[in-house]
């Protein structure tokens, strides 16, 4: 059974760029979102095993929505698709409880892994995506 994947980003063009490429790689997507707070309520209805979340979103930003996420459904992990290489961005993210932080300029490479990664219970950040030294 593929893994089931909860898409959020504010572009269109995003989504179903990263919908194909993950249903080529043998992924479920079962959802899309606009923003943070459609991405909260269809993780509710859909119960992803993964949320991918765009950091800078509208009504809820990526981090706050991992939160709630996650406060509502404990066994859905979240992975954050960023631009932000800042240190802090980072550190939110993790305290927010997510599972990945991906470099949307590593996405292409790197995001099938982490969501491989993220599956197992592993952590997983971009390589520059540097944090914490």
């Not at 606009?34 to 991918?52: C, N, T, Y």
């Not at 995001?111 to 971009?126: E, F, P």
């Amino acid at each position: 059974m593929p893994l089931k994947i909860l898409l959020a980003d504010d572009h269109q063009i995003v989504r179903q760029g990263l919908k194909t490429y993950l249903e080529q790689k043998g992924f479920a997507v079962v959802g899309e979102a606009s923003d943070g707070l459609e991405a909260v309520r269809v993780a509710k209805e859909k119960h992803p095993d993964i949320a991918v979340l765009d950091l800078s979103m509208p009504l809820l930003n990526g981090v706050d929505a991992a939160r709630q996420i996650k406060a509502e459904l404990p066994a859905t992990k979240s992975i954050l698709l960023t631009m932000h290489t800042d240190e802090q961005y980072i550190l939110d993210a993790i305290r927010a409880g997510i599972s990945g932080y991906i470099l949307k300029s590593e996405a292409a490479t790197d995001l099938v892994r982490a969501i491989q990664d993220v599956s197992k219970g592993l952590t997983h950040l971009s390589a520059r995506a540097r944090c914490c030294n």
